[in-house]
Nanobody, 118 residues
Framework: QVQLVESGGGLVQPGGSLKLSCAAS????????MGWHRQTPGKQRELVAS?????YYADSVKGRFTISRDNAKNTVYLQMNSLKPEDTAVYYC??????????????WGQGTQVTVSS
């Protein structure tokens, strides 16, 4: 089993920055894919960024968000810059084993709210 715990969400003004963290524990190693999804009411959850051997970013966040990973700490981060009101969502950390897909991950965190508003 894998447990994921997110932190770092909150309220920020447009143009501001936030850094989300996701601490992983359990039977996980650096061969797992890690990623961040987000969801707003009435919409499907969407993959925002992920990494395993390569990184992926949704078009809507390219150039503004950066995903990174500290394998020694089993922690993945999402640095979010130049935030826009449309980035407002609940952000979920996710993990998929080597045989799985981060688009349909095996494990989810509890979610952290990000609100971009003046």
């Amino acid at each position: 089993q894998v447990q994921l715990v997110e932190s770092g969400g909150g309220l920020v003004q447009p143009g501001g920055s936030l850094k989300l963290s996701c601490a992983a524990s359990g039977t996980i190693d650096n061969m797992y894919a890690m990623g961040w999804h987000r969801q707003t009411p009435g919409k499907q959850r969407e993959l925002v960024a992920s990494m395993r051997s390569m990184t992926y970013y949704a078009d809507s966040v390219k150039g503004r968000f950066t995903i990174s990973r500290d394998n020694a700490k089993n922690t993945v981060y999402l640095q979010m810059n130049s935030l826009k009101p449309e980035d407002t969502a609940v952000y979920y950390c996710a993990a998929a084993p080597p045989t799985g897909s981060i688009r349909n991950p095996n494990y989810w965190g509890q979610g952290t709210q990000v609100t971009v508003s003046s």
